[in-house]
């Protein structure tokens, strides 16, 4: 059995025509026909009836047009694989990344590697970081872009780079009353509503464990909403409602025109709320 035998007969089951799938492939209808008999000689099996002009596909067809089907696509893959690797000059390369990085710091790195390496396709797919994460150790992504840890089961099948770093920042609004106060003590936090990111955010894992450091469980917060964007989480803040630990990274331009505040927190502990890319 050869891949080309799987081709041709791809082509005649698809088509239930002999003809019609010499014509697909651009090889004579003899050729078609010689290859479905050296595969039904060789395995002594039927793949197709033929009544007439009429083709019917058997049991043993149906068997094997779906197992072709996989070696076929594993063949596909195997040759992209094999094409990425000839001077990154064509290809393509699959990238997820947590949404903060893939709003805000990817865009102009991509934009440096297809100028370097304009052959080769890049496919960018966001979500929170858990999701990045899973999706790179199965295989979805080539390349996968988080900030805070990666769980404990995955960080056996998966190599981890720091390729940059960002901090967490806690935010107000021009309304809130913490606009006008740059330093604030540990028990402050228990008195204000807090709009969070969800559970699997890399930022939130970030701000939970500056917590953690701070002697204060997310329990004890007020809790306010809970968000899937870090771009929603800023904008909920912005009008006012709320505080919120958002990277720095997408919060520049909203503390450099004062729509926003960054609150120190005084502690005789200093928290670790760097973000790592």
């Given at each position: 059995m050869t891949l080309e035998q799987l081709r041709?007969?791809?082509?005649?089951?698809?088509?239930?025509?002999?003809t019609r799938a010499a014509e697909t492939l651009y090889i004579t209808q003899p050729a078609v026909s010689a290859a479905i008999q050296s595969l039904e000689t060789e395995y002594s099996v039927k793949l197709f009836h033929r009544?007439?002009?009429?083709?019917?596909?058997?049991?043993?067809?149906?068997?094997?047009?779906?197992?072709?089907?996989?070696?076929?696509?594993q063949v596909a893959i195997a040759e992209r694989n094999l094409r990425e690797l000839n001077n990154l000059q064509q290809g393509e390369l699959r990238l997820g990344a947590s949404l903060t990085i893939g709003n805000y710091w990817l865009p102009d790195k991509i934009s440096q590697f297809q100028q370097e390496y304009a052959g080769i396709q890049v496919n960018c797919t966001l979500a929170n970081a858990e999701e990045i994460a899973e999706g790179t150790a199965s295989g979805r992504f080539d390349l996968g872009l988080v900030s805070g840890e990666v769980k404990s089961t995955l960080r056996e099948v998966l190599l981890q780079t720091v390729v940059g770093r960002d901090r967490l920042q806690?935010?107000?609004?021009?309304?809130?009353?913490?606009f006008h106060r740059p330093v604030i003590q540990v028990e402050d936090l228990l008195t204000t509503p807090w709009v969070l990111r969800e559970a699997g955010s890399g930022a939130q894992q970030v701000f939970e464990q500056a917590l953690q450091s701070w002697g204060v469980n997310r329990s004890q917060l007020n809790v306010m909403l809970v968000l899937s964007s870090s771009e929603m989480v800023k904008a909920v803040v912005e009008r006012g409602s709320g505080a919120a630990a958002i990277p720095e990274l997408m919060v520049h331009k909203e503390l450099q025109l004062k729509t926003l505040r960054a609150v120190q927190v005084f502690a005789e502990t200093n928290a670790n709320t760097r973000l790592e890319i």
């Open positions: 041709i007969f791809l082509a005649v089951a698809e088509h239930l025509h002999f009544v007439g002009r009429k083709v019917e596909i058997t049991e043993a067809g149906k068997l094997l047009y779906l197992e072709a089907q996989k070696i076929l696509e806690i935010v107000v609004g021009q309304s809130h009353p913490w």
